[in-house]
């Protein structure tokens, strides 16, 4: 039927009218979000066979308006479109999410395309405008159920009726789900903090690591106790957020699977956050909280051994020393020779090379003095007797030094000298084939290792003290080493920079990456760390293992008992002795065969 247009003139305008009085208080809404806490561009999406009830009717009025009313850049998307946008884009992003009607099922795609923009975006602000379409519970349980399986924490819907009644919706999950219904005004908090009290909330958690990170016991009620880094950060956060940290899958206290381990359960969701800290795969700091420790991986070695005490005799002269005393002798063989020929003393071709009276007088022994000799020789004689004296004090201090406090062998200056050394790097197999992983220069020290795949035994092995071994050594752990060698009378093993196979690895909490406890977790690091609480709990770990029963106030050194001079302590000498008993035998025997071959000489010439 028709209607002259003078009919449809009214209704037109009111309905314009009414489209832009909702189009003026939704605006005004995302201007308040927007004073609230700025965002820098805002993300509209919409189904793509869909479109802005205000588009129908003004065109492209309602995004113009989103731009020149925010003063901010709009970018639309819709089902089909999935982009990384943290990856190019700022995290300081509002969403607004078009629903034609209040059939979740027929916006499936659109909720999947947005969690995927969003992805390590998820806690920041969505909002939801359903137009057209009236305020449905059922709706509204179904839409926010499916925000927080996926972990769209803030988030908040507006129905048609948005501007008459000026009520919006959202959900707390915290302590239990349940929805929001609240009105808007200009005064009011939008989006409110919503970790900024728990209330109780049960946070699923499982823990895992190794001393002194994670220090596990039970008290005497047989509660089970956490201390360490790890322990101390967990109770930090349970006091902070006003949570309650349950294991779904409860661990024994004294013995935690390795931090490694834990990351499939934070993966697949069977858990909220892990309690276990460690290194991202090729650095790769997605799916990890900020890092908590800055780690260098280097080898801890024991100290250098004492040299045998039969090296004594020889250690005492130097090469260096022993020449220049072997050349001064000289020169006061030839000074003494030729003073001896000047003043008419008869004098032998060897006294020039080495003067009996000067080597007897080097070794404390006497020695004759010609009659009535010149000053000029009693002086030479003063001088080896001063030069006596010297050498034999000189020995003496050094080898009453030696035996009280006795020299080291040479220190380990290259991986060379480790790898041609008997001592093995014990490390263990996971911890090994990332460190080969990264560092292919290091499998020509292959022999240097010995793997133990077992991460039980190898932190037995590492905490037993042995010398017989060197150990893969985390700074983490060398400062409860440090604290405990205190106690020992002297220490056994040694850390030493140049020997970091890595520098400042950071160590983080594994965290889905699309966990809403990330960033409360990254906060609580911060203030922990500007706090100088993680500094002072990675102290307090070695009396903590104590008060657990790990570890004991003993010392587990050596003791230095009295040792008496033992026969192969002379082992040298022995072998000096029989060179020079072999020696003088030799120039004896030479000396008879000599006498026989002029004998025979002079009875032949006799015969003839």
């Given at each position: 039927m028709f209607r002259p247009w003078w009919i449809w003139c009214p209704l037109l305008c009111t309905v314009m009218a009414t489209i832009g009085q909702n189009n003026s208080q939704l605006l005004q809404l995302l201007s308040s979000i927007k004073k609230e806490d700025n965002f820098e561009y805002l993300l509209l999406m919409k189904n793509h066979n869909g479109s802005f009830m205000m588009d129908q009717e003004l065109g492209q009025n309602f995004v113009r308006s989103?731009?020149?009313?925010?003063?901010?850049?709009?970018?639309?998307?819709?089902?089909?479109?999935?982009?990384?946008?943290?990856?190019?884009?700022?995290?300081?992003?509002?969403?607004?999410?078009?629903?034609?009607?209040?059939?979740?099922?027929?916006?499936?795609?659109?909720?999947?395309?947005?969690?995927?923009?969003?992805?390590?975006?998820?806690?920041?602000?969505?909002?939801?405008?359903?137009?057209?379409?009236?305020?449905?519970?059922?709706?509204?349980?179904?839409?926010?159920?499916?925000?927080?399986?996926?972990?769209?924490?803030?988030?908040?819907?507006?129905?048609?009726?948005?501007?008459?009644?000026?009520?919006?919706?959202?959900?707390?999950?915290?302590?239990?789900?349940?929805?929001?219904?609240?009105?808007?005004?200009?005064?009011?908090?939008?989006?409110?903090?919503?970790?900024?009290?728990?209330?109780?909330?049960?946070?699923?958690?499982?823990?895992?690591?190794?001393?002194?990170?994670?220090?596990?016991?039970?008290d005497k009620q047989g509660r089970a106790v956490y201390k360490g880094t790890v322990g101390h950060f967990m109770d930090a956060f349970r006091q902070k957020y006003n949570c309650k940290l349950v294991e779904p899958y409860p661990a024994n206290a004294t013995a935690f699977a390795p931090s490694t381990d834990v990351m499939a359960a934070v993966r697949n969701g069977s858990v909220d956050i892990s309690m276990a800290i460690t290194f991202p795969y090729r650095l790769n700091l997605r799916g990890f909280s900020y890092p908590i420790e800055q780690m260098h991986w280097c080898l801890m070695l024991p100290l250098e051994r004492d040299i045998p005490p039969a090296e004594y005799y020889i250690n005492v002269f130097e090469l260096a020393a022993f020449l220049l005393t072997l050349v001064t002798l000289v020169i006061t063989?030839?000074?003494?020779?030729?003073?001896?020929?000047?003043?008419?003393?008869?004098?032998?071709?060897?006294?020039?090379?080495?003067?009996?009276?000067?080597?007897?007088?080097?070794?404390?022994?006497?020695?004759?003095?010609?009659?009535?000799?010149?000053i000029v020789v009693r002086a030479i004689y003063v001088q080896i007797c001063v030069l006596g004296i010297l050498l034999t004090a000189w020995y003496n201090s050094y080898f009453s030094a030696y035996?009280?406090?006795?020299?080291?062998?040479?220190?380990?200056?290259?991986?060379?000298?480790?790898?041609a050394s008997n001592i093995k790097v014990v490390a263990w197999k996971e911890e090994y084939n990332e460190l080969i992983g990264r560092l292919t220069s290091l499998k020509k020290y292959e022999p240097m290792f010995y793997i133990e795949p077992s991460f039980t035994k190898y932190l037995s092995m590492r905490d037993s003290f042995n010398t017989?071994?060197?150990?893969?050594?985390?700074?983490?752990?060398?400062?409860?080493?440090?604290?405990?060698?205190?106690?020992?009378?002297?220490?056994?093993?040694?850390?030493?920079?140049?020997?970091?196979?890595?520098?400042?690895?950071?160590?983080?909490?594994?965290?889905?990456?699309?966990?809403i406890y990330m960033q409360p977790i990254h906060d609580l690091?911060?203030?922990?760390?500007?706090?100088?609480?993680?500094?002072?709990?990675?102290?307090?770990?070695?009396?903590?293992?104590v008060e657990a029963g790990e570890l004991h106030l003993t010392d587990l050194s050596p003791p230095r008992e009295f040792r008496a001079m033992q026969l192969q302590d002379l082992q040298y000498i022995w072998y000096g002795f029989a060179f020079m008993a072999a020696l003088s035998s030799s120039v004896w025997l030479l000396e008879l065969f000599w006498h026989w071959l002029n004998r025979k000489k002079r009875q032949k010439l006799t015969n003839q």
């Open positions: 989103l731009m020149d009313t925010l003063q901010t850049p709009v970018m639309q998307f819709d089902e089909r479109t999935s982009y990384f946008l943290y990856d190019k884009q700022s995290s300081r992003v509002l969403t607004v999410v078009c629903f034609q009607g209040t059939e979740l099922i027929n916006h499936e795609g659109l909720l999947k395309a947005l969690v995927a923009n969003l992805r390590l975006m998820t806690t920041t602000r969505v909002v939801f405008v359903v137009q057209p379409g009236e305020v449905n519970e059922t709706f509204l349980y179904k839409l926010f159920s499916h925000c927080w399986k996926v972990n769209l924490l803030n988030v908040l819907a507006v129905f048609e009726d948005y501007v008459m009644t000026h009520i919006f919706h959202s959900y707390n999950p915290f302590p239990r789900f349940q929805l929001e219904q609240r009105n808007y005004n200009s005064q009011s908090i939008i989006f409110p903090n919503r970790f900024k009290d728990l209330q109780g909330h049960r946070v699923r958690m499982v823990i895992g690591g190794s001393a002194p990170r994670i220090i596990g016991y039970y063989s030839v000074t003494l020779a030729t003073a001896l020929q000047q003043h008419g003393y008869q004098v032998q071709p060897m006294d020039f090379l080495m003067h009996e009276n000067c080597l007897r007088g080097a070794l404390g022994q006497s020695f004759y003095e010609v009659l009535r000799a010149p035996v009280t406090s006795s020299p080291k062998e040479p220190p380990y200056r290259s991986y060379d000298d480790v790898l017989d071994f060197g150990y893969m050594m985390t700074t983490t752990k060398w400062v409860v080493i440090h604290a405990q060698q205190n106690v020992f009378t002297r220490p056994l093993f040694r850390m030493r920079d140049d020997f970091c196979f890595f520098n400042n690895v950071p160590f983080g909490f594994p965290v889905h990456e699309n966990s690091i911060l203030d922990v760390t500007a706090t100088g609480l993680i500094s002072h709990w990675s102290k307090s770990g070695f009396m903590e293992l």
